[in-house]
């Protein structure tokens, strides 16, 4: 019991990290480039936000008029629902209104919504945020908060962590347009893998291969082995690794193909160890593929199927490859599968070998004999050159 709710508290407070405004500005910007109506005449949602606290509604409030955008809606989550007790303490902006409701403070989200100059200054921006109270706690699954999801035309926000999944799906069924912040190891979700397979979702344009920061709640606690900036702009940080936006609004990064040297160029000069000095790429024991460890070596002139890392989407150009499948949940054609999961015996040699963790039963891994030692590649995605090289 005391464990479970160590980690529902670790959890929850893993939910209250705040996207930077810098980190956001970077990202919509490459939309704009790409398309400079992007947003023009748009309904956008913000759900799982709070212009009090973070950036994403102020962001869009402060370039309303810049970006064209026809009516910005963002909805926060009601402190006394989130699990995460932090010190809350309403803020001046809503205890000196005249709606500041002590009860409602605590049990009920809010909504704000941004559509005209509400404070006559000749210009629209953060000060002409209207609010209220919602009827209920803000909850993304609501079926008031699903109204308003139905209503917009954009949703855009980093969602709470542990309940990811939940929203891609609560996102996917809405069939909108949407920019959110996720973790990387959700592209090969059952639920996400198909629509980026098919071109429907793709990675957002900045890469954060690096870890993003986010600012933390005052009270945060650090884990021993935190070794990352605790600090940034003046705001209390801390570092997500292997975050990144996920999408279905285009932008230009995803037009820019590759630069690729020949398998047999690769083989002599690669920068990596595992590829130069060899004689041939590995082909995987149950895929019809070969593995390419790090995307600069995929061989430009292979027109069979590649088995790359899943950071390949950061660089993924649908001009210059199709995807054809993913390792992990079995999601990838017959047709490319040479068993249809790991044999027993590859297995048992891998293990037999000083192998650990990568194979789960029924999940099939893509492996490999190297030197007679059975090996498992980690998350893959199968890919083909889009046109094939003669
Ligand atoms: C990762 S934070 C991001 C906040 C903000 N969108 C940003 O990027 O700065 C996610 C927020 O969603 C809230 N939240 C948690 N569960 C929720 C739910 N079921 N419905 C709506 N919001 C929720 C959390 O309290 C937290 O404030």
Same mark, same amino acid.
């Given at each position: 019991?005391?464990?479970?709710?160590?980690?529902?508290?670790?959890?929850?407070?893993?939910?209250?990290?705040?996207?930077?405004?810098?980190?956001?500005? !970077?990202?919509?910007?490459?939309?704009?480039?790409?398309?400079?109506?992007?947003?023009?005449?748009?309904?956008?949602?913000?759900?799982?936000? =709070?212009?009090?606290?973070?950036?994403?509604?102020?962001?869009?409030?402060?370039?309303?008029?810049?970006?064209?955008?026809?009516?910005?809606?963002?909805?926060?989550?009601?402190?006394?629902?989130?699990?995460?007790?932090?010190?809350?303490?309403?803020?001046?902006?809503?205890?000196?209104?005249?709606?500041?409701?002590?009860?409602?403070?605590?049990?009920?989200?809010?909504?704000?919504?941004?559509?005209?100059?509400?404070?006559?200054?000749?210009?629209?921006?953060?000060?002409?945020?209207?609010?209220?109270?919602?009827?209920?706690?803000?909850?993304?699954?609501?079926?008031?908060?699903? !109204?308003?999801?139905?209503?917009?035309?954009?949703?855009?926000?980093?969602?709470?962590?542990?309940?990811?999944? =939940?929203?891609?799906?609560?996102?996917?069924?809405?069939?909108?347009?949407?920019?959110?912040?996720?973790?990387?190891?959700?592209?090969?979700?059952?639920?996400?893998?198909?629509?980026?397979?098919?071109?429907?979702?793709?990675?957002?344009?900045?890469?954060?291969? !690096?870890?993003?920061?986010?600012?933390?709640?005052?009270?945060?606690?650090?884990?021993?082995?935190? !070794?990352?900036?605790?600090?940034?702009?003046?705001?209390?940080?801390?570092?997500?690794?292997?975050?990144?936006?996920?999408?279905?609004?285009?932008?230009?990064?995803?037009?820019?193909?590759?630069?690729?040297?020949?398998?047999?160029?690769?083989?002599?000069?690669?920068?990596?160890?595992?590829?130069?000095?060899?004689?041939?790429?590995?082909?995987?024991?149950?895929?019809?593929?070969?593995?390419?460890?790090?995307?600069?070596?995929?061989?430009?002139?292979?027109?069979?199927?590649?088995?790359?890392?899943?950071?390949?989407? =950061?660089?993924?150009?649908?001009?210059?490859?199709?995807?054809?499948?993913?390792?992990?949940?079995?999601?990838?054609?017959?047709?490319?599968?040479?068993?249809?999961?790991?044999?027993?015996?590859?297995?048992?040699?891998?293990?037999?070998?000083?192998?650990?963790?990568?194979?789960?039963?029924?999940?099939?891994?893509?492996?490999?004999?190297?030197?007679?030692?059975?090996?498992?590649?980690?998350?893959?995605?199968?890919i083909k050159h889009k046109r094939p090289i003669q």
């Open positions: 019991m005391a464990n479970s709710n160590l980690t529902n508290a670790k959890t929850a407070k893993n939910d209250e990290f705040y996207t930077q405004y810098h980190d956001i500005q !970077k990202e919509i910007e490459a939309y704009l480039e790409f398309n400079a109506n992007a947003f023009r005449g748009k309904t956008i949602l913000m759900p799982c936000d =709070d212009p009090e606290w973070s950036n994403f509604t102020k962001f869009f409030a402060q370039n309303f008029e810049r970006f064209g955008v026809k009516k910005l809606i963002s909805t926060s989550f009601a402190p006394d629902s989130k699990n995460y007790k932090s010190d809350y303490q309403p803020t001046l902006f809503e205890v000196n209104d005249p709606q500041f409701d002590e009860k409602k403070t605590v049990k009920n989200g809010k909504i704000f919504t941004l559509t005209r100059d509400k404070s006559g200054d000749g210009k629209i921006d953060v000060n002409d945020l209207e609010w209220e109270y919602l009827k209920g706690d803000g909850d993304f699954n609501s079926k008031e908060i699903k !109204k308003l999801r139905d209503e917009s035309d954009i949703i855009i926000t980093n969602p709470p962590f542990s309940l990811f999944r =939940d929203f891609l799906v609560w996102i996917v069924e809405a069939n909108k347009s949407f920019l959110l912040i996720g973790n990387m190891n959700a592209i090969t979700y059952k639920e996400l893998f198909p629509l980026i397979k098919e071109n429907k979702v793709w990675l957002g344009a900045t890469n954060f291969n !690096k870890g993003m920061y986010f600012k933390v709640p005052s009270d945060f606690v650090y884990s021993s082995t935190y !070794k990352f900036e605790r600090e940034q702009n003046g705001e209390k940080v801390s570092r997500v690794p292997g975050v990144c936006w996920f999408t279905n609004i285009d932008h230009g990064r995803r037009h820019q193909l590759l630069p690729l040297m020949t398998m047999a160029d690769n083989l002599k000069f690669s920068k990596h160890k595992e590829i130069k000095g060899k004689d041939s790429y590995i082909h995987y024991d149950n895929y019809d593929a070969i593995d390419v460890p790090f995307t600069d070596a995929i061989p430009s002139d292979y027109n069979g199927v590649i088995g790359v890392p899943i950071t390949f989407l =950061d660089k993924y150009s649908p001009d210059q490859f199709e995807i054809v499948g993913t390792s992990d949940n079995g999601l990838v054609s017959d047709e490319y599968k040479k068993t249809p999961g790991l044999t027993k015996e590859f297995v048992d040699d891998y293990y037999k070998g000083g192998g650990t963790g990568a194979y789960k039963e029924g999940n099939p891994t893509a492996g490999f004999y190297e030197n007679n030692i059975a090996k498992m590649a980690y998350k893959r995605i199968f």
